[in-house]
């Protein structure tokens, strides 16, 4: 969908309402080697041997398509800059799309 570059909203820090730049907050990939992850615990000896390992096995336990079930769309994150003090706020809750366009 379409989403105005530049919106006029309320401002918790201004404590009024003004002009606010909006721009989309993208979540960055977690490391394979981070705290957690699946590689980390094989490295650390775990689905060694025989069998079915499931979760720590060759093979993914869940396929990748159940994981995200039968959704074709994402929700937003939006952030709002105010153009007066600078600050940003992030929107309180997502709506779902499956494309964000930013328009003037
Ligand atoms: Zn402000």
Redesign the pocket.
């Known amino acids: 969908m379409k989403y105005p570059k530049q919106v006029k909203r309320y401002?918790p820090?201004?404590k009024k309402h003004?002009t606010q730049k909006v721009s989309e907050v993208k979540g960055k990939e977690r490391g394979s080697l981070k705290h957690g992850s699946i590689r980390r615990a094989q490295k650390r000896g775990r689905g060694m041997g025989f069998g079915n390992k499931g979760k720590w096995g060759s093979k993914p336990a869940i396929s990748k398509f159940k994981m995200t079930g039968a959704k074709t769309s994402k929700k937003t994150n939006l952030k709002f800059t105010?153009d007066?003090?600078k600050?940003a706020n992030i929107q309180g809750h997502g709506f779902r799309t499956k494309k964000l366009v930013f328009e003037q």
């Open positions: 401002c820090h201004c003004s105010c007066i003090c600050k």
